[in-house]
């Protein structure tokens, strides 16, 4: 089945730092992917995605490109603020509508 | 447009009890997911209904069913509460369940705890 490896947080950045979470997947055919990102106490929101081969999602000066090569599709924003603090999963649906997860990637921003 | 919501959003059982979660998708929206979510599994799919119909089923026992009704509205029950039923369960809606590309919107989940 599908599976979606993103790395261990949790990460703690300074404000305005560059911040890079890789997520990579494995899944037959041609999957979308997906960022969500979910604040406490609350469920998850879609942050962005991509549908195809080399697709760049964008949302909230975050961004993620479709890379089938080396099936991956690593979140990166060039300035975080501290509202930027929350869990980040990377996501996959191989076929309909089943969402496969990596575990999540908490991030801390401080002033 | 509302968004997804769910009922109860906080729920607290005993062992062998059971429960029932109710989730109303964004109106106009037919497909309805499920999810548990915990710290040591992570986020998983339980199952999805469309038209009444479960279209997918997660690697579950079968104390976890669900419905769904013509109004697409969605209930998931857990008979016989287990200690490690607690957890954050994750309602979420979609237009056409076939593609693949499509989004789903989720609600702000139900906290059950079994004491």
């Known amino acids: 089945g599908d599976s979606v490896t993103q790395m261990e947080g949790p990460v703690t950045l300074s404000e305005e730092a560059f911040l890079t979470i890789n997520c990579t997947y494995t899944a037959t055919g041609y999957p979308s992917l997906f960022w969500y990102v979910q604040y406490p106490g609350e469920g998850l929101q879609l942050l962005l995605k991509a549908t195809k081969a080399d697709d760049k999602g964008s949302n909230k000066g975050f961004e993620a490109t479709y890379r089938k090569e080396t099936t991956s599709f690593h979140l990166e924003k060039g300035s975080v603020q501290v509202s930027d603090s929350a869990v980040y999963f990377c996501?996959?649906?191989?076929?309909?509508?089943?969402?496969?997860f990596g575990t999540g990637t908490q991030l801390k921003v401080e002033l | 447009k509302a968004g997804v919501t769910q009922t109860p959003r906080y729920l607290i059982k005993t062992r062998g009890q059971q429960v029932t979660l109710s989730c109303s998708p964004i109106?106009?929206?037919?497909?309805v997911s499920w999810y548990q979510q915990t710290p040591g599994q992570g986020l998983q799919f339980l199952f999805e209904y469309f038209s009444e119909t479960q279209r997918n089923k997660g690697n579950f026992p079968g104390r976890f069913s669900g419905r769904q009704f013509s109004n697409s509205r969605s209930e998931m029950n857990v008979s016989t509460l287990e200690l490690g039923d607690s957890a954050l369960y994750l309602c979420?809606?979609?237009?056409?369940?076939?593609?693949?590309?499509?989004?789903?919107?989720f609600g702000p989940g139900t906290r059950l705890l079994v004491l």
């Open positions: 979420a809606s979609s237009l056409n369940p076939w593609d693949r590309q499509e989004t789903q919107y």
């Open positions: 996501a996959c649906a191989g076929g309909g509508n089943k969402l496969t």
């Open positions: 109106s106009g929206h037919r497909s």
